[in-house]
Each structure stands twice: as C-alpha cells, then as structure tokens.
C-alpha cells in the first residue's frame, strides 16, 4: 500500500476532472464530487460510487432535488496501488467510471471500454 495524504489524493481527483473533455464537463448536470477516506462497512473494496439520477433517467419533471454525488474512496484506492503513478492511473479510471455512470453508461460497457 501506498502512502499518501488526504490533500494530495483530493488533488488527483481534482486533475482527473480537469481532464475530462470540456464537451462532456459541460453537460454534466447538479453533480458535486466528493472524496472520503473509507468506503462503507458492507463494501470496504470500493473504489468510488455514483448516487443519483442519471441523466438518461431524468424526466421533464426532474428538478427540486439535491446534486447527484460521486464519492472517491481514498484507502482502498492506495491499499491496490504499487506506486504514485498507479494512484494516478486508478483515481483517472475511477473518476471517468463514476460520470459515466451519470450520463447513463452501465458497469458491463465500463468494463468492454476499459473502465470497469
């Protein structure tokens, strides 16, 4: 495992969404990012989860309702990494995974396209 401190994990993850192209960073809708040390209890594996409503999902009558939130679990993301450079691999991965999710893109496609 890897050591790195909390700033300096929040600042990859600040990268990994800089470089998110700007045609997809636009259309992207009532989403805040967040990163938190542990993951919950039932999955201590868990790299980063998207909640909310996809845009896919969301209807003419979507509105009112508090940002879709995607959260970076630091811990288990440097207990899979050998070295910086895999921490920056895993948080770019793991960032692009979790926006897919909000424009509606399933696990199953994540994983042919490389992000899974």
Known sequence: MIEMSRADFEGL??????????????????????VED???ASDPDLLGIYEGI???ERGHDYGGVLPDR???YRSPTLAICETVDDVVDEVNITVVHEIAHH??????????????
């Not at 700007?22 to 809708?29: G, H, K, S, V, W």
């Not at 424009?103 to 899974?116: Q, V």
């Open 38 to 40: 542990e993951p919950p």
């Open 54 to 56: 996809p845009l896919t």
């Open 70 to 72: 995607i959260t970076i």
């Open 13 to 34: 993850v600040a990268q990994a969404l800089d470089e998110v192209p700007p045609e997809l960073t636009q259309l992207i809708d009532n989403v805040a990012v967040f």
């Open 103 to 116: 424009f509606g893109i399933d696990d199953a496609r994540l994983h042919e396209l490389g992000y899974g």
